[in-house]
Structure formats: structure tokens, C-alpha cells
């Protein structure tokens, strides 16, 4: 495969040091690499393959010759640069929320939609961390039986609030008192509803996002969904409580054996031994783990699952690099 120039936009933050180490763990053809952050960071080096390679400052003339640009540094960012990358030719993998639901920008999971891909006008955009966990479990069980409604409630790791999350916790833990607050409470032994800001509906961002998102990855706007997303004290990855109504019936002998010959999917359920998927077992792991299946007997064609993953990696960095990966394959 031929080799890219690559650069990581953000890749000082949580994101962008993941996806450093991924392009690396999967051997991705990387022939130059470029990373980018604020001023601030100009003095670091990230390892990568052996050899330490300097964080330079974002400026539009760094996307010059560059064929994949990851960028995971926020909205705003996004916004501003990643046409800039376009012009300059560069397939951009946007891991922000910015261009998720423009309806010229394909949202990919690779497990999910992986055609999506190449109706790309040079953006890509990785899907918000609790969606693609959810949709990687539930899109063999949709195609078989069709799911008419969804109710999830989210346990989101702080990481998934970037570094200035994971230092509240850490400084809260070690009853630090100066640090920088990215949660308006204390999250060390507690849990937060609010994941991002209200909107007047009374949802939050992730909740909204979590909702139009699977619509739009399933490209499929009858399913119903709802949503609420909690923070937790939690370093390593997100958890989900879903609960499904399909269309048909199901065995749940046949869910089973679905779920376990789904790609990226990893059934942990045996009860008897205590066994189900954990935020801490499932951290570093690119899976997505599945467990605590049962039918819901309050409604028809009910069904109870619990679903995690670690949203650094198959949340964010894993699934950018699966679309590149996927993206060189087919074009
Ligand atoms: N954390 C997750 O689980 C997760 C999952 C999916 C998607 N995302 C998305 O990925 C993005 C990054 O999240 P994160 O958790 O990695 O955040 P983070 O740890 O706070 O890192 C932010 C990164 O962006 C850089 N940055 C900020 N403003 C910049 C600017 N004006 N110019 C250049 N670089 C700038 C920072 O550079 P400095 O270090 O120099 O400040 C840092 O490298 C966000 O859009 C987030 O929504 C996050």
C-alpha cells in the first residue's frame, strides 16, 4: 500500500496521542508524519515508531502535501482548518462534532456503514464516542429484527471530557485544590446528568447528539431514540443500559449467536460467574463488550443489554484509523 503523509491536528490532547499509537499498533502506511497542537505545546516530541517527532504549531500551511488529516481538536478548530486541509487536497477524518450532520459529509463505523466512505467530498466524520459503541452492538440485531425504539442510558468515562476532565478527577481524588474545572460539580464519588451543555429542550448536546447521530449512521430516521447521559467517575471508558423494542419477535438464543458473529463486538455474559463487560476491563481493548442480555417482558419484542467500550480507542482513535484504513482499501 502506498505510503501517506499523515498529520494529527490536537495531537497533544487524549484523542490525538491515541491515534498516534494506533497509526503505529496497526501498522498504518504512514510515510511522514505531522503533529499539531497550540503554541503551547511547541517544545513536546510524541514517540512514534521509535523516533520522537515535534508537536509544531496549527497554521494553514501545514495540510501542504498532506494526503489523511486526523484533526481531534474540538469544533472550533475544525471549523476553521479543515476546509483549509480540503483545498490543499487532504482527506480530513474530523473526530469533532462540527460537520457530523451536514448532509454531505458521511458518518462512518466502519462495522456499520462502511460505503459511506466513498461518497466523502473530502471529510469523514467519526461518529460522538457513546454512538459508535451503541451502533457497532445494535447493527446486527437491527438488521435482523428491525429495531423500532431505543432507550439508552450512558456511565461516560471523564476521559471523554479530554484532558481537563481526567485532571479534575485526578486532583479531586488527591483532594488537590488547584486545578481547572471542567465539570460545574465535584465528579469523584459522584455522577453528573449533564454530559455538555443544556439546550432548551431540556436534553444535553450528547443526548441530542446520541439520538440524530444513530439515525443518521443507520440511515434509517424511523427508529426512535432517546437518550440520557451521565458522567461518572470513571478513567477508562463509557458504559451504556440499552433497552431495544424490534419490529419482530427474537429468540434470544439467536441475539446471541448475532451479537457474537458481529465484527468488533465481544459478548461477556455468563451470570452465574459474575461475568459482563466493565468499563475497566474493556480499557485499552478496541472491542466493543456485550453482556447482561435479557428479554424485557414489559413490552413486546423487548430486549435488555449492557454495552461498553473504551472511548479513547474505539470511540475516537480506533474508529478514525479503521476509515482510513478502509478509505485506502476502496479507493
Ligand atoms: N475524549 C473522547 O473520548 C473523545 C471521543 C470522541 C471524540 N472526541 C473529540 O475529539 C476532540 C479532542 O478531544 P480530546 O479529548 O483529545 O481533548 P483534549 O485532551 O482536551 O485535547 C485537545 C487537543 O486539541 C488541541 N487544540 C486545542 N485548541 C487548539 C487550537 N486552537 N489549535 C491547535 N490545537 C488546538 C490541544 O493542544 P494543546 O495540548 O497544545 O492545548 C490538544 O492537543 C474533540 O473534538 C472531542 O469532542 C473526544
New binding site residues.
Given amino acids: 500500500m502506498k505510503l501517506q503523509d499523515v498529520v494529527v491536528?490536537?495531537?497533544?490532547?487524549?484523542?490525538?496521542r491515541k491515534i498516534v499509537q494506533v497509526l503505529e499498533e496497526r501498522n498504518f502506511p504512514v510515510a511522514r508524519l505531522r503533529l499539531?497542537?497550540?503554541e503551547?505545546?511547541i517544545g513536546k516530541s510524541l514517540d512514534f515508531k521509535g523516533k520522537g517527532h515535534p508537536v509544531e504549531k496549527?497554521e494553514a500551511r501545514c495540510f501542504h502535501g498532506i494526503e489523511i488529516a486526523f484533526f481531534?481538536?474540538?469544533?472550533a478548530?475544525s471549523k476553521e482548518f479543515v476546509p483549509l486541509a480540503v483545498q490543499a487536497g487532504s482527506l480530513v477524518i474530523d473526530?469533532?462534532?462540527a460537520f457530523r450532520m451536514d448532509p454531505h459529509v458521511p458518518l462512518v463505523v466502519p462495522e456499520v456503514n462502511p460505503r459511506q466512505i466513498m461518497f466523502n467530498k473530502g471529510i469523514i466524520a467519526?461518529p460522538?464516542?457513546s454512538t459508535i459503541q451503541m451502533v457497532v452492538a445494535l447493527k446486527p440485531l437491527h438488521e435482523r429484527w428491525k429495531i423500532r425504539r431505543i432507550v439508552v442510558s450512558t456511565y461516560q468515562s471523564v476521559?471523554?471530557a479530554?484532558?481537563?476532565g481526567a485532571d479534575q478527577l485526578e486532583a479531586e481524588m488527591e483532594k488537590r485544590n488547584a486545578y481547572e474545572k471542567q465539570f460545574p460539580h465535584p465528579i469523584a464519588l459522584n455522577c453528573l446528568p449533564q454530559v455538555d451543555e443544556f439546550y432548551e429542550d431540556g436534553y444535553s448536546r450528547e443526548e441530542h447528539k446520541m439520538i440524530n447521530e444513530t439515525k443518521k449512521i443507520f440511515g434509517d430516521d424511523t427508529i426512535k431514540v432517546t437518550a440520557t447521559c451521565v458522567r461518572v467517575p470513571v478513567f477508562g471508558g463509557h458504559s451504556e443500559s440499552v433497552n431495544l423494542e424490534f419490529e419482530r419477535p427474537f429468540d434470544i438464543r439467536e441475539v446471541r449467536e448475532a451479537l457474537q458473529q458481529a465484527p468488533g463486538v465481544c459478548v461477556q455474559d455468563d451470570i452465574s460467574r459474575s461475568v459482563y463487560p466493565m468499563a475497566i476491563s474493556a480499557h485499552d481493548h478496541d472491542g466493543v463488550f456485550v453482556g447482561r442480555l435479557r428479554r424485557d417482558e414489559s413490552v413486546r419484542n423487548g430486549l435488555n443489554l449492557w454495552i461498553v467500550a473504551d472511548?479513547?480507542r474505539k470511540?475516537?482513535a480506533t474508529n478514525a484509523v479503521q476509515i482510513a484504513e478502509e478509505w485506502l482499501k476502496r479507493k
Fill in positions: 491536528v490536537g495531537a497533544t490532547g487524549l484523542v490525538g499539531l497542537a497550540t503551547r505545546s496549527l481531534s481538536a474540538g469544533s478548530v473526530n469533532s462534532s467519526n460522538n464516542c476521559t471523554g479530554g484532558k481537563k472511548n479513547l470511540g475516537a
